[in-house]
């Protein structure tokens, strides 16, 4: 019996044990490499960390988002790349304004990332929690981005950027976002839950609106484009642009670490204009979309 055949309860507790049991046994696969070069399981006890944190976030990405995301389509309808619409070509148009769109979101997001710290609590128990899952998430990060040279740029590029873009598009729009769409019947409600799960399992709450608020654009693109590769294309865009703009600012000694995007000059004007090309695209992309479903029936 196909998995599509079950109820939704026991295909999303399915999606949640491939889920589980990849990252384990990814995890596991990966302290074994560690072992073997480095003569340690802990990627920060290496004598080379930031080569061994690349090492460990290539196992975790695949295992814990990629592998079961295609075993999960596979279950749906005994096909690898049907379910999750990655058989599929994105609109030509489409993608040139995702393109477009990859640049002036930028500034958006940046003036959501600052919101969203200013909003979060200061004191207590919970924000002393949010603030240590962050400050760790930022200790990794920073390992990473402090090295300067152009391989650690285009190793950083590979692994936070293509590999984190395609294997996190498979599960979250290519696996989840089916199964909240037909579960809720409202493709709408689909593209909020997926996001709003995709946005708390990253365990990031400081930056919770800002990829919230991606992960409803991603949810759309696959929507509005029946493709899996549109938002594949838009999520990879974000990250390298974001590691590129990082790179850049490092390299001319300004400290990025406090940086807020409002803090430069002239950024509210920079914004407004980003928001209304953006605004204009993503208008573009549902006339699309609709034209397209119009012309379909």
């Known amino acids: 019996m196909k998995l599509q055949e079950k109820?939704?309860?026991?295909?999303?507790?399915?999606?949640?044990?491939?889920?589980?049991?990849?990252?384990?046994?990814?995890?596991?696969?990966?302290?074994?490499?560690?072992?073997l070069i480095y003569h340690t399981p802990s990627m920060l006890?290496?004598?080379?960390?930031?080569?061994a944190i690349r090492i460990s976030q290539t196992f975790a990405t695949i295992g814990?988002?990629?592998?079961?995301?295609?075993?999960?389509?596979?279950?749906?309808?005994?096909q690898w790349f049907d379910y999750n619409a990655a058989n599929r070509r994105p609109n030509a148009s489409m993608t040139n304004i995702v393109l477009i769109l990859s640049v002036t979101l930028l500034p958006v997001v940046g003036v959501l990332s600052a919101f969203n710290m200013a909003i979060m609590p200061q004191e207590g128990a919970l924000a002393e929690f949010m603030r240590d899952l962050e400050e760790a998430a930022n200790h990794i990060l920073e390992l990473l981005t402090s090295q300067r040279?152009?391989?650690?740029?285009v190793s950083n590029l590979l692994v936070l950027a293509v590999l984190a873009g395609v294997c996190e598009e498979f599960l979250f729009?290519?696996?989840?976002?089916?199964?909240?769409?037909?579960?809720?019947?409202?493709?709408?409600?689909?593209?909020?839950?997926?996001?709003?799960?995709?946005?708390?399992?990253?365990f990031q709450f400081y930056g919770f609106i800002p990829r919230f608020a991606?992960?409803?654009y991603l949810g759309y693109l696959f929507y509005w484009s029946r493709s899996l590769w549109l938002p594949v294309l838009a999520h990879v865009l974000h990250n390298a642009?974001?590691?590129?703009?990082?790179?850049t600012l490092q390299g001319r000694g300004i400290d990025t670490d406090n940086l807020q995007f409002t803090d430069i000059h002239g950024s509210t004007l920079v914004v407004i204009?980003?928001?209304?090309?953006?605004?204009?695209?993503i208008v573009f992309l549902w006339r699309t979309h609709r034209d397209t479903s119009a012309t379909e029936m």
């Open 241 to 247: 642009l974001s590691i590129l703009v990082d790179f």
């Open 214 to 216: 991606l992960g409803v």
């Open 7 to 35: 109820t939704y309860w026991i295909q999303l507790l399915v999606l949640a044990l491939f889920m589980l049991g990849g990252m384990l046994l990814f995890s596991s696969l990966a302290s074994l490499v560690l072992l």
């Open 149 to 153: 040279s152009s391989w650690d740029l």
């Open 45 to 51: 006890e290496a004598s080379d960390p930031v080569t």
């Open 273 to 281: 204009s980003c928001a209304l090309v953006s605004a204009m695209g």
């Open 173 to 202: 729009q290519g696996a989840l976002q089916p199964l909240m769409t037909k579960w809720t019947k409202n493709p709408h409600v689909g593209i909020l839950l997926t996001a709003f799960i995709f946005s708390v399992l990253h």
């Open 64 to 78: 814990t988002f990629l592998l079961p995301a295609l075993l999960f389509a596979y279950c749906q309808d005994r």
